[in-house]
């Protein structure tokens, strides 16, 4: 099992910037994958960005590219989410989630309780 917990939401102006953290413990040993997901009120939770074991590989959604920067620091079972030109629509539950790649998508195994993230316009 592998614990995550989630913290740097809040509220920001539109074009501000905010960075999520998310500590995981337990099975850290494991050298799982580690994402992001959100889900806005009255939408479905949807895919963010996803870091592989070794920060090789990334991936992002086309909405946040350019905009969002996903990393990882494994010697504190840290990763992290830094948002940029944060805009009203980025808005959302923010989930950490830990799992893998399979072929080209990124499938969670783990999930955190989220932070809120509130963008103003």
């Known amino acids: 099992q592998v614990q995550l917990v989630e913290s740097g939401g809040g509220l920001v102006q539109a074009g501000g910037s905010l960075r999520l953290s998310c500590v995981a413990s337990?099975?850290?040993?494991?050298?799982?994958?580690m994402g992001w997901f959100r889900q806005a009120p009255g939408k479905e939770r949807e895919f963010v960005a996803a870091?592989?074991?070794?920060?090789?590989?990334?991936s992002y959604t086309d909405s946040v590219k350019g905009r969002f920067t996903i990393s990882r620091d494994n010697a504190k079972t840290t990763m992290y989410l830094q948002m940029s030109s944060l805009k009203p629509e980025d808005t959302a539950v923010y989930y950490c989630?830990?799992?893998?790649?399979?072929?080209?998508?990124?499938?969670?195994?783990?999930w955190g309780q989220g932070t809120q993230v509130t963008v103003s316009s």
């Open positions: 337990g099975r850290t040993s494991s050298n799982y994958a």
């Open positions: 989630t830990a799992g893998g790649f399979r072929y080209t998508s990124y499938l969670p195994d783990y």
């Open positions: 870091i592989s074991w070794g920060g090789v590989r990334t």
